[in-house]
Nanobody, 129 residues
Framework: DVQLVESGGGSVQAGGSLRLSCVVSGYRYSTYCMGWFRQVPGNEREPLASIDSDGRTSVADSVKGRFTISQDGAKNTLYLHMNNLKPEDTAMYHC????????????????????????WGQGTQVTVS
């Protein structure tokens, strides 16, 4: 089974930085889209960034210039680097992976983006004050 385990969340002051990590295990696909999204209770899931099996990355306009995504294949780990954090960034952050699918949706963040990445982690809470 695919497992994704996030870590690195916490409480930080506005203007600070955090790096979230996601260790992926049991993933057998050589072609994929992986990424991060966040959710505040009562709100829609918001895509943040993605990376594909070729290393192509994409960042949502809402966080562009502050967030970046990277991966360490040797460690099977996905990262989300967050800088200049704002109180409105407070949310539960999840990493996610597709089931071997890859398409334009990976980079364009359509409304149903999260439905393509149906392997999720439990999430890590980020609180910015």
């Amino acid at each position: 089974d695919v497992q994704l385990v996030e870590s690195g969340g916490g409480s930080v002051q506005a203007g600070g930085s955090l790096r979230l990590s996601c260790v992926v295990s049991g993933y057998r696909y050589s072609t994929y889209c992986m990424g991060w999204f966040r959710q505040v209770p009562g709100n829609e899931r918001e895509p943040l960034a993605s990376i594909d099996s070729d290393g192509r990355t994409s960042v949502a306009d809402s966080v562009k210039g502050r967030f970046t995504i990277s991966q360490d294949g040797a460690k099977n780990t996905l990262y989300l680097h967050m800088n200049n954090l704002k109180p409105e960034d407070t949310a539960m952050y999840h990493c996610a992976a597709s089931g071997g699918q890859l398409g334009r949706w990976c980079y364009e963040f359509p409304v149903n983006w999260v439905s393509w990445l149906y392997n999720w982690g439990q999430g890590t809470q980020v609180t910015v004050s």
